[in-house]
């Protein structure tokens, strides 16, 4: 195709050539997509979901080919270079092949939709609205809040969050309880109803999360604590052997299935000992969010024996309840833990949209659905599910995921891109973020943009100029998810600021050519 451009080829042969080609495009995207909406067929059985569904296989076997050539072409005769079909993938062609064929001097076919339909974007927007709220008044984005335990004896900070312009609060199932999780609720329903505004409750399921659990350090590495620190352990009544060792590259630890604190090195027990299953030797693991990594040395009937790689250069602290990650490899552990399970008895009663944290497969869905069905009063809507996309697994199920959910009613997709950057690697987040924004627009289905959006001014009352591009970014997405802070009520009025300025300059990936104020007046040199 390059060729062609290069070796300059008329206008009229040039659109010949790639009418011919794009032709042949549409028929192998179609073909290939009805063996994937085969597949999916059991789900998609007499629902609404089904044109949401069509467009998606569409999309995917769109971008299965190498379409940069063409592209080079298109874009020489002036026309779409087919880079915005995310959620129009036939009708885009079928509008590029008729301009082609009006071209090369040919009649164009008028048996096909030659104008790319807004359908799937008008499902986009009325699901955005109902699980992350409206707000006509707003930034096209919604804004989701994360309540802190506080709030639960707060109610004048809710409603501070809810004025400041979250159209969403969530309520995290992990920590509180269910009459914590109940008056949270209640006061961003009184807020929102004061203040005019329609506010929903999202609830987030803790999910399967493997937690370091107990610990055990030897007392060589208490030589490490300042004696201030040990204290304050101690007049909390807490044993400073169990509160975490502070660990530097080089140090060793074990993962055990159960603690003794028999050896001289640090040992640490695991919310899922399976795990240790799939620690071989080699493996990396990392902790807490990735700020400490280390690599299996040894193993035993026991555990693991485990060398630290990556820690700040004055020791991180392993602590209790820290997330423990095995990037690369599958670990099936039931996406509902029991604590979970115990958790829907109250969410189904309170929630308008449901966090579904670390959900890997289609069968973790359906068990989501039946626990739902169990519990909803005979008749009642289940609430939305939001599908937080936290592994490498989850990645690859990506589309399998939304159909199963979108069959069943409202779903979103959070791109949680905090265990998501440890599991993937760090340098693959940027393109993995942006792939599964363009899948979620051709299956017509919202997103949230989450994790340390804002988080220096959130919790320290300052913003990076980083944090404020990440923040810019994120108006792609239906939905940014700021986490709590002392300082949450600024953090949400900022970044409202900052979408609203986006709005005028970007819808998804589309360009909106608005006026450029920067350079009104005169130009005088």
Request: net charge negative; proline share 5%; hydrophobic share 50%.
């Amino acid at each position: 195709m390059k060729d062609l451009i290069g070796n300059g080829i008329g206008a009229a042969a040039l659109a010949a050539e790639l009418e011919g080609r794009l032709s042949e495009l549409r028929a192998s995207v179609i073909a290939e997509a009805e063996g994937t909406l085969a597949g999916w067929a059991p789900a998609l059985h007499d629902t609404a979901f089904a044109d949401r569904a069509e467009n998606l296989a569409q999309y995917l076997a769109l971008r299965k080919r190498d379409l940069t050539d063409a592209q080079a072409a298109l874009s020489a005769l002036g026309l779409s270079s087919l880079g915005r079909a995310e959620a129009h993938v036939i009708a885009t062609l079928d509008s590029v092949i008729a301009t082609l064929q009006a071209l090369a001097g040919d009649a164009p076919a008028t048996d096909r939709a030659l104008r790319p339909g807004a359908a799937l974007t008008a499902h986009v927007l009325r699901d955005r609205d109902l699980i992350f709220g409206a707000d006509p008044a707003g930034p096209e984005t919604r804004i989701m809040i994360t309540l802190p335990s506080a709030a639960a004896d707060d109610p004048a900070l809710v409603a501070s969050l809810i004025a400041a312009g979250a159209t969403c609060v969530r309520i995290n199932c992990a920590h509180d309880t269910p009459e914590a999780w109940a008056r949270m609720a209640q006061y961003a329903r009184d807020a929102a109803a004061q203040l005019g505004r329609d506010v929903k409750v999202v609830m987030d399921l803790a999910g399967p999360k493997v937690r370091t659990l107990d610990i055990r350090m030897p007392k060589a590495f208490l030589k490490r604590e300042k004696k201030k620190r040990l204290k304050k352990l101690e007049e909390a009544g807490i044993d400073p052997r169990a509160a975490g060792p502070k660990l530097m590259r080089g140090d060793r630890l074990r993962l055990v299935r159960a603690v003794s604190g028999a050896g001289d090195l640090p040992e640490a027990s695991l919310s899922h000992p399976e795990l240790l299953d799939s620690a071989a030797v080699g493996a990396r693991l990392w902790f807490d969010d990735g700020k400490l990594s280390a690599r299996v040395v040894a193993r035993d009937g026991e555990g693991a024996l485990l060398e630290v790689e990556t820690a700040a250069d004055t020791g991180t602290r392993l602590a209790p309840e820290k997330g423990v990650n095995l990037p690369g490899i599958d670990i099936d552990i039931p996406a509902l833990a029991e604590a979970d399970l115990a958790a829907l008895d109250t969410v189904v009663t309170l929630a308008d949209a449901i966090g579904f944290s670390f959900v890997q497969t289609p069968e973790d869905i359906r068990a989501l659905h039946a626990a739902l069905d169990a519990r909803l009063p005979e008749g009642a809507a289940r609430p939305a599910v939001i599908l937080k996309i936290e592994t490498e697994r989850a990645v690859r199920n990506l589309p399998r995921l939304i159909v199963q959910a979108g069959s069943a009613g409202p779903v979103a997709v959070m791109i949680a891109r905090g265990d998501l950057a440890v599991e993937i690697g760090l340098i693959r987040l940027a393109e993995i973020q942006e792939e599964i924004l363009w899948i979620c627009e051709a299956a017509g289905v919202p997103v949230v943009w989450a994790t340390q959006v804002l988080e220096g001014l959130a919790k320290l009352g300052s913003a990076s100029r980083a944090e404020a591009t990440d923040a810019a970014m994120a108006q792609r997405a239906e939905c940014v998810m700021l986490n709590k802070g002392p300082h949450a009520a600024e953090a949400v009025a900022f970044l409202s600021r900052i979408l609203r300025r986006m709005d005028r300059h970007y819808s998804k990936k589309s360009p909106r050519l608005g006026p450029l104020r920067a350079w009104h007046g005169p130009q005088d040199l």
